[in-house]
């Protein structure tokens, strides 16, 4: 009997994941709208201004994508918010937890880099722990920083047309926290240039010693990765029907089912009207409330929501890590935010 409900939990767990992820609300965010091809199993998560094929088994993701061009990198961006939080999409059993990073040694390193985000609610959203991976810190603030996410957006910078950036991780080299978020032994990005029809990618050991390397190829990666990203690079010019079904950086899509964060590091009733009157115009879905130390807080942000809409919410406690420039994160509490 034991055995039959290991295996039908087996088969649930098997249909709610996908090997070809759809990205139904984000297609546009790739090539011609062609989803790469993954060996793992894994779940399909649309941002604002980015997607992640994430993996479950290793709490981490496969692979990240952005759409980026010349006028979305030069304009003025936000400041970075250092808010990370927890993936309120992902069943409790395949998400990473913030107390998972702690005393870990690693980075949370992003794969959408916070850098390329042109507007709060996107740089909000790329702290996301969907968007992260256990990093070796002198990589992910030297090597990685400098050699890698800088050239990359000065490439953008100075070309015509969309530019694709995919980030991921590859190998086990361990893992960190309860939870056991599989650390990568790899680390890659690759840029492909829709205009030029050219691809390349960096690939980088992620440990602390890691050394710079010339960048290899697009075939190369594929090889190495398994992911067949469906690029036409060395398939004939291609690319201009690529280009040609791109959209321009000011005509924005109409965001469906987003998620996003809000952050109370005390409490504000203007923050709360604002969440209270998008719930009362139709456009909140549901809320979830992660706190760690403060839960009067959340008790106290969750009472008011629920006496002024029909929204019932459960504040969920989560413990970021131990950190000597972020232990404000222990007394925030933390709205997740689910839009229609």
């Known amino acids: 009997m034991k055995f039959l409900r290991h295996l039908l939990a087996l088969i649930a767990v098997s249909a709610s994941l996908n090997a070809l992820a759809a990205f139904e609300e984000c297609k546009d965010l790739f090539p011609a709208q062609q989803i790469p091809m993954s060996p793992q199993m894994g779940r399909d998560l649309c941002f604002d201004s980015f997607a992640i094929y994430y993996s479950p088994k290793d709490k981490k993701p496969i692979y990240a994508v952005e759409k980026l ?29 913030l107390s998972d990073y702690r005393g870990s040694g690693y980075d949370r390193g992003h794969n959408a880099p916070a850098g390329d985000m042109s507007n709060e609610r996107s740089m909000a959203q790329s702290f996301s722990l969907a968007n992260m991976m256990p990093q070796a810190r002198q990589n992910n603030q030297g090597i990685w920083a400098k050699n890698v996410e800088e050239p990359t957006r000065a490439y953008v910078k100075r070309s015509v047309g969309d530019i694709y950036v995919y980030t991921g991780s590859i190998g086990n080299s361990g893992s960190i926290g309860r939870g056991r978020v599989t650390i990568p032994s790899h680390l890659y990005k690759l840029v492909y240039d829709s205009n030029k029809n050219i691809a390349w990618a960096y690939w980088i050991e992620n440990t602390n010693e890691a050394s710079m390397t010339p960048p290899i190829s697009y075939q190369e990666l594929v090889q190495k990765t398994g992911i067949d990203f469906h690029l036409p690079v060395g398939e004939g010019n291609t690319a201009s029907n690529a280009s040609a079904e791109t959209h321009d950086i000011k005509r924005q899509k109409t965001l469906v089912g987003g998620w996003y964060p809000i952050f109370f590091d005390d409490y504000s009733q203007n923050k709360l009207n604002d969440v209270v009157n998008n719930i009362k115009s139709g456009k909140v879905a549901s809320i979830q409330i992660q706190y760690d130390r403060n839960e009067n807080l959340a008790k106290q942000i969750a009472s008011h929501i629920e006496s002024q809409t029909n929204l019932k919410i459960s504040p969920v406690q989560s413990s970021p890590p131990e950190s000597s420039t972020v232990t404000y994160e222990r007394n925030r509490v933390t709205l997740i935010v689910r839009s229609k």
Do not use: C, I, T
């Open 69 to 97: 061009n010349r006028e979305q990198l030069s304009a003025p961006h936000p400041r970075r918010s250092n808010q990370f939080y927890e993936e309120a999409r992902l069943p409790f059993s395949e998400r990473a937890l």
